[in-house]
Structure formats: C-alpha cells, structure tokens
Nanobody, 119 residues
Framework: QVLLVESGGGLVQAGGSLRLSCLAS????????MGWYRQAPGKQRELVAS???????NYADSAKGRFTISRADSNRALYLEMNNLKPEDTGVYYC?????????????WGQGTQVTVSS
C-alpha cells in the first residue's frame, strides 16, 4: 500500500507559478513510476507529467516548456513546478504512484489539490 498526500494548490493569476508537492509513505520501495494528473471540471483525468525509474520523464504537450516534474528522497516526495500558468491549467491535480508490472501492477492515488488560474 502507498499513501499519497498532495499540497501546494491554490489560486493564482495567469502567468504565475505554483509548486505542487506529493508526499508518499508506505511501500514506496515498490514504486517504479510516479506522475501528476489533472482533472478539469466536466473532463476526464489526464496525464500532466510522469517520471519513472532512471529519471525518465514524460510531459503532456500542454505542459512542455512550462512544467517540471521531479522527485526526491527515494520516491518519498514528488514535485511539479508549474510556471507561466494559464486558465486552462485549472483543475484538480492528483499524484499517482505505480508499483509492480503486468498482472501485479497497482495504481495508487492521492486525494488531489485544487489549482485555479484566473485570467
């Protein structure tokens, strides 16, 4: 079991910055990939950025050049640095951790943190 707790969301004007944090506990030694997802009102949850073993990162096109994902302390913390925020970045941001692979793969989610970008 992996417990995830996000923080750092808030209200910011367009062009501003926020840094989201996700603190992980539990069986973090099993985690091989972590990521940030966003769910806007009335829309499906979508990948914003992810990072996996070896430090390989992946970004949604909308996040490239503006957001940076990083992790620290052996998967105990995951961060998302968001710059030049736009109103379309508004949504609930969720932290996700993946353990195992194939039939043993498990997804764990945090409770989310609200990001609101005003124009």
């Amino acid at each position: 079991q992996v417990l995830l707790v996000e923080s750092g969301g808030g209200l910011v004007q367009a062009g501003g910055s926020l840094r989201l944090s996700c603190l992980a506990s539990g069986s973090i030694f099993r985690v091989n990939s972590m990521g940030w997802y966003r769910q806007a009102p009335g829309k499906q949850r979508e990948l914003v950025a992810s990072i996996r073993d070896g430090g390989f990162t992946n970004y949604a096109d909308s996040a490239k050049g503006r957001f940076t994902i990083s992790r620290a302390d052996s998967n105990r913390a995951l961060y998302l640095e968001m710059n030049n925020l736009k109103p379309e970045d508004t949504g609930v941001y969720y932290c996700k951790a993946i353990t195992g692979s194939g039939w043993a793969k498990q997804d764990f989610w945090g409770q989310g943190t609200q990001v609101t970008v005003s124009s």
